[in-house]
């Protein structure tokens, strides 16, 4: 099925679905098959009002009891699960008097004085029909991917099957206490995953040997990409414009930095490290090595650190994690970057992601670093406390100037590797490190015996090169995959087989059994001096200490290791706690539904380059899921590949330039973009090679200003970047004409789908006008934020643009164009792909509608409610919001000395997580309370808002003084209100306990006091010591 073709139906999942309400209704679910319901479950899509034909097939259902009460057979028998009740927050009577306090009859008049009628669409969403439940939706999915075969995995390439620690797979990764969290911002009541990101930071700096480290990237591919652009940014990059990468890098990693090359204004060598003269490549910046490389060789790269260094270029390393914890660190060799997968640290393959890549580098490069880096500093107590580090070198600060355009990471998964290690010690990784090299030195004696020529003998970790002969690589690899062992055809001579530590010794012996039948080898053939030991040669084996620290060195039960991940987290306020407000961050509802599916073995224990026989349910549900995207976008075709939001924006303008390029417009490379674009924007434009001009949008965008700028640019103008509806929280009435403006002067229009939780089935991208977006699955389609990742970012296109949607150079995915891989595996993050899935299984076209129309009501309700109390900004004329609001704090600075931060700190003692701050308009909070909160919960925050500004009155007032006041002084701790000295003007129960739910439903005590930012960034401390 071509993705770019948008197939308007899904055939398999609507053979499945109506195979999912046949059994429900022979099994005990009991549910009458009514013609009606087969239709939906054939269509699996909506449809507009009832036709003659359903309403008599309807009729057929309505029985009388006790001759007068009529019966709905169908509704009666129908699942009892049904997912909508559960993912809107407000019931029926709260819609009805949430309307009333808004000013509007109902939700349907709320949403016309919302949207403009222009841009509205009657066109149905083309989407499963919901009825079949949450348990039938399982059923569903569990049917597809069933068609996976969970192969033994000998594939390697950076991906590696691994045991993940029940208690962390228990305790973090199915625990809504991790994944509900938000990227840290608010220091405060994040402390519990700030330490664990520490851990991960110090575990990569220690495996390294280099000094600091961040706290993820998005995959090895894109890693190795990131050091390129940043070797780039340490030298003259206009001098020195070249970079090579070793040709023994793993293919993927190439096909990434290929791209980004490309469009980076880098040539991009690849060559062999070995006989290349680097002294002579004057306009070299840099090069990249693999630590052992895709042959899985070990390779001493002193010589070529020092022939780069001489040159003043720097040397990138690509390194295996686990193998540093027995290989010398590629710090010892000269190395200046590190980066790699931390995947095979308990994470799952998942199909190619989602995993957390790790950078590491010296000290002195830190600004220069992409990706989040945590640090500690102190609080206003003087207590150690751990924050985010270094800040202004993000998007929203330097735009297009930024370090990077990443803006999220994989906290999650980064989280996981880091308790891996926590768990199994320092002693325990060195078993398993020496228990995997044990595996492939068995395997290497056992060939070596048959006669069977290796690349060599010694120098290898996880991974043994064979010569195949008599058969072909290719040959031998499919006969292997028939015996469902999964390996490489490394090139035209050789096949790799890669051991981890799920592998047994009987796994060796029926691989080696398995070549013997198909002629590879003899019995007696041969002898070999391999010795199975678990050691690595004296040449690459390392020799100095590493993880030395008390954290790696401690934990020994898991009774000692389910009490420190549950100490950390309750430090932390995520969604299991309160509603968070995020402002264009959408913290909705994350199902246990939706999320059951991805601990599946046939969804996590799945490589991403096995065999297609091996991957057809996970490549029909990535396919269905396009599909559902294409529906809700309105658009042709769609590309998985992209790893976060800022990933699509990148894709999304690579596609456009492609196109350019294809129609002979390759010179157009003006992006314009509106100042409240989020600071992802310029950074993407920038990464694309792009010429960015600003508009200012304050007020709205000035069509004639637009006009004449588009007119200004007409031969260069290649994009516009807009979102929709405005970053400013309300739906622009001529965005149909901007569109239009950049269309009249040869431009396209990229939709940044930050806001798309407002557009969902109301109107669309295409509706509006746009050309391309990048869709937030993990805020829109309820992929959990993690506490900073990980994020899926798919972009989906008009027809013109669809044969430029990204490809990959080792599967290429059904929807592959022209353009190169901007991930480094096929489907990106597939492994989470199953969320958004279910999401629109679950809810169906009415809920996944109802879910934009319910939070444009959630947010106009608070609205309403803070508005005499606070000034509220950028609505439209109707005096309505999108699906979030601004307050403006600027008037509250001037009269009372509070800025925004101090109604975010004080929030934490009313057990509330903050809204944004200071964005889009400085001196601000944005304030998004998404479709999933009910009234109750809506009202206690309004409630905290609003005590909150009393409580500013009485600063106004003198009442307390401007610099000790419980503003200025939140968050308030447990042990400071304890304390036996209290010398504030106001009252212990003032200070923690201003909301009487605090009593009654728990207080959340933030774990620590105002973080002081300022002496973080000045002194930085970004991992444990020895």
């Known amino acids: 099925m071509l993705s770019r073709m948008a197939p308007r139906d899904v055939p398999a999942v609507r053979v499945a679905a109506v195979g999912v309400l046949r059994s429900m209704a022979a099994s005990h679910h009991r549910v009458q098959l009514t013609p009606q319901m087969m239709g939906h479950a054939i269509r699996l899509k909506a449809t507009a009002a009832p036709s003659a034909a359903s309403i008599g097939h309807r009729s057929e259902t309505i029985k009388e009891v006790h001759g007068s009460e009529k019966v709905n057979m169908g509704e009666l028998l129908a699942p009892s699960d049904p997912f909508i009740n559960r993912h809107l927050g407000p019931s029926p009577a709260d819609v009805d008097a949430m309307c009333k306090v808004i000013g509007a009859k109902d939700l349907d008049e709320l949403i016309s004085l919302t949207i403009p009628d222009r841009v509205r669409t009657n066109i149905p969403l083309d989407l499963p029909d919901a009825r079949m439940g949450e348990a039938g939706a399982l059923t569903l999915l569990k049917s597809i991917v069933s068609k996976n075969v969970v192969a033994k995995n000998f594939i390697g390439m950076g991906y590696h099957g691994t045991h993940v620690p029940g208690v962390i797979g228990r305790n973090l990764l199915e625990n809504p206490g991790w994944y509900t969290a938000y990227t840290p911002y608010q220091a405060e009541i994040s402390q519990g995953r700030l330490e664990s990101l520490v851990n991960y930071q110090t575990l990569v700096c220690e495996l390294t040997g280099m000094e600091i480290a961040n706290a993820s990237l998005l995959d090895e591919g894109t ?294 039948t198909a002629g590879v080898g003899k019995a007696g053939a041969g002898n070999t001096t391999v010795e199975v030991d678990g050691e690595l040669p004296a040449a690459f084996a390392r020799t100095s200490p590493f993880l030395e620290q008390k954290i790696f060195n401690s934990i020994r039960s898991e009774t000692e290791m389910m009490r420190y991940i549950h100490t950390l987290q309750l430090k932390d306020l995520a969604l299991d706690k309160s509603m968070i407000s ?130 200004d640019h007409k031969d260069t103008l290649a994009a516009l970047m807009v979102t929709y509806p405005s970053t400013r929280a309300f739906f622009e009435d001529n965005i149909q004409q901007i569109c239009q403006i950049v269309h009249d002067n040869g431009g396209q229009v990229y939709m940044d789908g930050a806001n798309m939780n407002a557009q969902l089935g109301l109107t669309s991208p295409e509706m509006i006008g746009s050309d391309v977006c990048h869709l937030n699955l993990h805020k829109t389609f309820s992929i959990p934020h993690g506490g900073g990742g990980p994020g899926l970012g798919p972009i989906c296109v008009r027809a013109h643009l669809a044969p430029h949607l990204p490809n990959h150079n080792i599967v290429s995915p059904s929807s592959g164009g022209t353009l190169g891989a901007v991930s480094a595996a096929p489907w990106g993050q597939a492994g989470i792909a199953c969320i958004p899935w279910m999401f629109c299984t679950m809810l169906g076209p009415k809920g996944i509608t109802d879910s934009a129309r319910y939070a444009i009501l959630n947010a106009n309700y608070l609205k309403a409610r803070l508005e005499p109390h606070y000034q509220i900004i950028a609505t439209n004329a109707n005096n309505k919001c999108s699906h979030e609001f601004i307050i403006d704090c600027s008037d509250l600075r001037r009269k009372a000395g509070i800025v925004e931060e101090d109604i975010a700190k004080r929030l934490q003692d009313y057990g509330f997580h903050a809204p944004s701050m200071s964005w889009p308009v400085p001196h601000s909070l944005m304030v998004e309370p998404t479709e999933s909160e009910d009234k109750a919960e809506l009202d206690r925050f309004c409630d905290a808002m609003i005590s909150i500004r009393e409580e500013i009155k009485k600063i106004e007032q003198g009442v307390w003084p401007p610099e000790d006041n419980p503003l200025k002084m939140a968050p308030h701790t447990q042990s400071e209100v304890c304390a036996t000295e209290w010398t504030h003007p106001y009252s212990r129960e003032e200070a923690a306990f201003p909301a009487p739910w605090l009593l009654k439903r728990g207080k959340f005590w933030p774990s620590t006091g105002r973080v002081d930012n300022a002496l973080g960034d000045k002194k930085l401390k970004l991992r444990h010591e020895h």
């Not at 940043?230 to 890098?249: C, E, I």
Request: proline residues 4%; hydrophobic residues 45%; contains cysteine.
């Open 582 to 711: 995020l402002g264009s961050c959408t913290m909705k509802l994350n199902s246990v539904s939706s999320l059951a599916p991805c601990s599946w073995p046939e969804i996590a224990n799945i490589h991403p380059f096995a065999p297609a026989s091996n991957t057809k349910g996970y490549v029909e549900m990535l396919e269905s899921l396009e599909q559902y995207l294409v529906s809700c976008t309105g658009f042709a075709a769609c590309s998985l590949q992209p790893t976060s939001g800022a990933s699509g924006e990148y894709a999304g303008l690579l596609v456009i330039r492609e196109y350019l390029k294809s129609i002979g417009q390759g010179q157009r490379n003006v992006c314009i973009i509106p100042r409240s674009a989020h600071g992802t924007n310029p950074a993407s434009a920038a990464m694309c090679g792009m010429t960015i001009k600003w508009i200012d949008d304050a007020k709205g965008m000035d069509l004639e200003e637009f006009k004449a700028m588009c007119e």
């Open 223 to 516: 890693a190795a990409a990131e050091a390129m652009a940043m070797v780039a940014r340490t030298v003259n990059s206009k001098a020195k414009n070249q970079f090579f990468a070793s040709a023994d890098v793993h293919p993927q990693s190439l096909d990434v930095m290929r791209t980004r090359a490309h469009n980076f204004g880098m040539e991009l060598v690849v060559g062999d490290h070995r006989t290349t003269d680097f002294s002579s490549m004057t306009k070299l910046c840099g090069a990249l090595v693999q630590y052992p490389d895709t042959n899985g060789l070990f390779h001493d790269f002193s010589g070529v650190a020092s022939a780069l260094h001489k040159n003043g270029a720097h040397l990138v390393v690509a390194a295996d994690p686990l193998a540093l914890v027995a290989a010398k660190p590629p710090k010892e060799f000269g190395a200046d970057i590190v980066v790699g997968s931390m995947q095979r640290f308990g994470v799952p393959m998942w199909f190619g992601g989602p995993s957390a890549a790790y950078m590491a580098t010296k000290k002195k490069q830190v600004r220069r670093m992409p990706g989040r880096i945590i640090g500690e500093s102190i609080d206003r107590h003087g207590n150690p406390a751990y924050r985010l580090t270094l800040q202004t070198r993000e998007q929203h600060i330097r735009l297009e100037k930024a370090t990077s355009n990443v803006c999220t990471a994989q906290v999650l998964l980064a989280n996981m590797a880091g308790m891996y290690a926590v768990f199994h010690r320092k002693d325990g990784l060195q078993r398993i490190a020496k228990r995997v090299h044990g595996l492939a030195q068995l395997f290497a004696k056992e060939i070596g015996m048959l006669g069977i020529p290796l690349l060599t003998a010694t120098d290898f970790f996880d991974t043994v090169a064979f010569a195949s002969a008599p058969a072909k690589p290719a040959a031998l690899v499919e006969a292997l995959q028939a015996k469902q062992l999964n390996c490489r055809a490394l090139n035209d001579t050789h096949v790799t087989v890669s051991f981890d530590e799920t592998h047994l010794e009987s796994d060796v012996k029926e691989l080696v059994a398995a070549l013997q």
